[in-house]
Each structure stands twice: as C-alpha cells, then as structure tokens.
C-alpha cells in the first residue's frame, strides 16, 4: 500500500487533526478520520438547494426548450427527467457519510486502481471542465450585461472568485451555500412572478398542444443528464458527516432539495424561453424580470451570477479532485495545499481555453450535447456503482486496501469494465444524438430511450458477474481494519 494513503489512515485515525490554517481544507482524495467527522444532515439541504439556483441551471430550461416539445410539455418532460436523475444522484450522496471518501475513489472496488482512472475518472474529468465551460460562457456574459466588461474579462473574475472557495475547500462550499439560501430563495420567488406575468408569453402557452415523442424524450434525457452530471461528485460534499448518519437521512436531504430546486429553475427558464426567444440566457432573464419591475432585471441577473460562482466553486472543487484522483492511481499522492493549488490553477486555464472557443452564441448547442453526453456515459456507472454498494458488497469495503494498487480490489475490476462497456453498447441502438439515431430509436419514433437500457443492462449484468466474489474473504478484511460498519 502506497506509503501516503497508509499513513493518513493510521496516524490521523481516532483523534482529530489540527484545524487547518486560514480555514484552508487539508484532506483531498483520502479517508476523512472518524475523529474530523462533523455537521448535520440539514447542511446538505443547502449545497443541493444553491447548487441550482444558477445562470447554468436556468439556462438549461431555455435549452429544453429549444428542443421543440413545446413549452407544457416541456415542463412536464423537464420535472419527470429531474425526478429521476435526482432519485440516483440522491443515493450516491448517501455513501458519503458511510464510507469518508470521495464519490470517484468509490469506484476503485468495481473498475480497479487503475480500470478506474482510465475510464471513469476521465470521463469525470470531462463532466467538470464541460460544467465549468458553460458557468464560464454565462459569467462572462453576465459580467458583460451588467458591468460592460469583457467576457473573457469577465469570466477571469469570476472563476478567481469561485477558485479561491474552491481552494479553502468543503467547509467553505457548505458555508457560503448557507449564506446564499434564503436570499436565492427570495431571488426566484420574485423571478418566478415575473415569468408568468412577462407580456412577452405568446398566447396560449400554457395549453397543452401536440405531443411529440421525440423531443419530450430529448428534453427528458437531458433533465435527467443534468442531475446525473452531479452523480461522480455528489458525496464530495456528504463525505465530513458522521458516519452515524444513516443513508435515508443523507437521501431525502439530497433529493429534495435538489429536486425541487432543479424543477423550479428549469421550469422559469423555459418561461423566460418562451417570452424571449431571441435573447441569450442571460437577456431573458433580466428582461423577463423587468417586465414586472424595471431596473429588477439588474438585481436578478447579479444575483444569479453569485449563485454561479457557488456551483463553479464546486466544479473547480471537483475538477481537482479528479486530476488528484488520476494521479494517485499512478504515483501515490500526499494530500496537501500546494497540489490542491495547482490543480484548481491547471482547471482554471482549461476551461477559459475551451469557453474562448465555445462562445456565448453556440451556448444552447454546445450546452445540450454536454447534457446528453453525460447522460450517455454516466449511466451504466451509476447502475454499476450503486448495484455493488447497496446489493453485492452493502457498504462493506476496506478503505486501506481502496488505497492499494495491488490490494484485493485488483488493478484492473473487470466485472465492472464489462458491464460499463456492454451497457453503453447497449444503449447506442437507442441514442438519439445531434444527427445520429440508432436503430431501435429510429423504430420508436426518433425518441431516446438509452437510459431505459443503460441502467438495468448494466446493474443486472454487473450483478451476475459479482456471483463469482469471494465477499466472505473481503468481509474479514473490512472485519480486521474496523474502520466502516454495514450500512445503516
């Protein structure tokens, strides 16, 4: 075992750390000791519940939209996508506080020490400079509308902004999303009277017309991508709960809080669509927000913008966590500040890169290909994951042999490798992508059921495969270290 994993596991264990220095986070991909375990469950309700309340995540309404299901049943696909994606998201929250660790070191007992950093964990990747790319385009045009800067300009200030949280780290994340709860709340109650009241809603929007299988089912996909994208790092954030916080508590925090307000912000874009369909994301908020009030508009754009800069904060957040995460399953890493530094810094200058070659016009189409992507190869991981901690292995895993390239979780988790692999085969006759539709989806009326098929083909198939585990020889090594009890 790497000499770095091993002695944050026996000398931090039992008794607390010294607080760290500046309120600057110490621990990145390794165990959070017993003994640094602390907050409530509520705090979770916060982080969920901001983590929303955003120029992206209203902007993904307006991409709905766009999509052509009309704008009823553009809610109706948006709330049912949502509800969905949260219900797997929710559960992933849940091993946080049963297993101290990142969601990404999770994946190790399936894919491998390695397996993992070479398929998940890029993916991950991927899923975090992709966010960030979005948050940056809005930023920066946000930066823009309100105080005529530049949008490279602007977005520089931003993601300094949201890199200095990210560098403090998981207790200043939770903090600042309690801080900005209750006033985005106040936020989209205003927002979501002017949306219904903007004069710009054509007649007849809020009639149901005709139902089109293929765009409710591209919107639902994307709704669900949306809270899916979450999935890889969403117990980042429950990881510092005690580990007697049991896994219903941790669920129904998350999924509440993020279901709810991931539906409302989705529903109050696509209204804002509706009444200005020419306007970027950010003109049709503001506009719509001065049709109730002129000059509110303003106050409504700044407002979102600084809820951007939270959920950008965790994307950076979670960026690093991903790049120390490969690393680790190549060299062993020593958690520290300077190496959190570097990667935030590395993740800073690749998103401004590829948001200078996206720009705010290609927004919408970029913007939802992410979305549908994510949706693609996230979801035979999420079936995979959850399948082995809830079904195979229940939350009994050995967090010094997690940390083990040549431990008994392999280097390469091949039961896990070929379920991934068949589950997304799986899916490609059932995709609908940009001018690609596969064959089964083309016979279903160009509507994309992949996630229908990704899921169970993977979880079932992954479970099969696990029949040939030795868990008795695994539970007498979880046994022996006496770090985890069963889940709860």
């Not at 899923?127 to 530049?150: K, P, R, W």
């Amino acid at each position: 075992m790497p000499a770095p994993a091993r002695a944050n596991l026996v000398e931090t264990e039992g008794r607390p750390s010294a607080p760290p220095e500046g309120g600057v986070e110490v621990h990145s991909v390794d165990w959070i000791p017993v003994a640094e375990r602390h907050g409530r469950p509520a705090h979770l309700g916060a982080v969920w519940f901001v983590g929303n309340i955003n120029l992206t995540g209203m902007a993904t309404g307006i991409t709905a939209l766009s999509i052509g299901a009309g704008l009823m049943w553009t809610v109706v696909a948006v709330v049912t996508g949502s509800l969905f994606g949260t219900f797997f998201m929710a559960f992933h929250s849940a091993q946080g506080p049963q297993l101290g660790l990142p969601q990404l070191v999770q994946s190790r007992p399936q894919f491998g020490y390695l397996g993992a950093a070479l398929t998940i964990w890029v993916f991950a990747l991927v899923n975090y400079v992709a966010y960030n790319t979005s948050d940056a385009i809005l930023s920066g045009d946000a930066m823009h509308t309100l105080f005529g800067l530049g949008n490279s300009v602007g977005y520089f200030i931003a993601a300094a902004v949201a890199a200095l949280i990210a560098l403090f780290g998981y207790h200043w994340i939770h903090r600042v999303s309690r801080w900005l709860t209750w006033p985005l709340v106040a936020v989209m109650a205003v927002l979501t009277v002017a949306a219904l009241r903007d004069s710009g809603l054509p007649d007849g929007a809020f009639a149901f017309g005709p139902f089109h299988v293929a765009a409710f089912m591209t919107v639902f996909v994307i709704a669900a991508g949306f809270q899916l994208g979450w999935a890889p790092y969403v117990s980042d954030y429950s990881r510092y709960l005690p580990p007697t916080v049991n896994v219903r508590t941790t669920f129904w925090w998350t999924y509440l809080s993020s279901g709810i307000s991931v539906i409302w912000v989705f529903v109050i874009g696509a209204l804002a669509a509706a009444a200005h369909p020419n306007a970027t994301p950010v003109q049709a908020f503001r506009e719509a927000a001065d049709s109730l009030v002129h000059g509110l508009g303003w106050v409504v754009v700044l407002a979102l913008l600084v809820g951007l800069l939270s959920v950008m904060a965790i994307n950076q957040y979670g960026g690093m966590m991903s790049m120390i995460s490969i690393k680790d399953s190549f060299s062993p890493v020593v958690p520290s500040r300077r190496i959190r530094a570097i990667c935030i810094t590395v993740m800073f200058a690749l998103v401004w890169a590829v948001a200078q070659f996206v720009g705010v016009d290609r927004f919408n189409a970029f913007y939802g290909n992410v979305l549908i992507f994510l949706a693609y190869v996230f979801t035979p991981w999420t079936a995979i994951n959850l399948v082995d901690y809830f079904f195979v292995r229940r939350g009994r895993y050995s967090i010094k042999e997690i940390f083990n390239p040549h431990g008994i979780y392999g280097r390469w988790g091949w039961r896990g490798n070929t379920a991934y692999l068949v589950g997304v085969v799986a899916m490609v006759p059932f995709m609908v992508s940009g001018p690609f539709v596969g064959t089964f989806a083309h016979l279903l009326g160009d509507a994309d059921y992949s996630m229908f098929v990704g899921l169970p083909v993977s979880g079932l198939l992954y479970l099969f495969l696990c029949r040939g585990l030795d868990l008795d020889a695994e539970r007498r090594v979880v046994d022996a270290e006496g770090l985890l009890a069963e889940i709860h």
